[in-house]
């Protein structure tokens, strides 16, 4: 009991400590994981996007630790990419993406470099 305790308390520690800068992202997005007996389609729309995962409302149930494969469109292109489901709850789900191409994290990268621009943009013109 006193390790899965102390690893909790660390995991807790651990959770503001992000790699990647969040981005305002919305999109629909489809998931598709494995159930007993198949494959679960479900969808979902994205919250915000970084080069590591994205956060989303997702319909359905998800547990932590699952893997998924998660189709969404960025400018100009789709993606579909696998991921780690890393936070899940009635409101909102976290995912780590995994194995993804150099290409794959640039566009992610470009995606979010545009959408910071936009929105910095956009908070400085007065109207």
Do not use: W, Y
Request: aromatic share 4%.
């Amino acid at each position: 009991m006193e390790m899965r305790a102390s690893t909790r308390a660390s995991i807790t520690r651990n959770e503001g400590i992000r790699r990647f800068r969040r981005t305002l992202f919305s999109v629909p997005i489809q998931l598709r994981h494995l159930i007993p007996g198949g494959i679960s389609t479900t969808r979902g729309i994205t919250l915000d996007i970084s080069e590591g995962g994205l956060g989303a409302l997702v319909q359905g149930d998800l547990r932590l630790g699952e893997t998924v494969e998660i189709d969404l469109q960025l400018p100009g292109h789709s993606l579909s990419t696998v991921a780690i489901v890393r936070h899940t709850s009635k409101v909102r789900s976290g995912f780590e993406f995994l194995g993804m191409t150099p290409e794959e994290r640039s566009e992610i990268t470009k995606t979010c470099g545009q959408h910071l621009a936009t929105h910095v943009d956009s908070g400085n013109q007065r109207t």
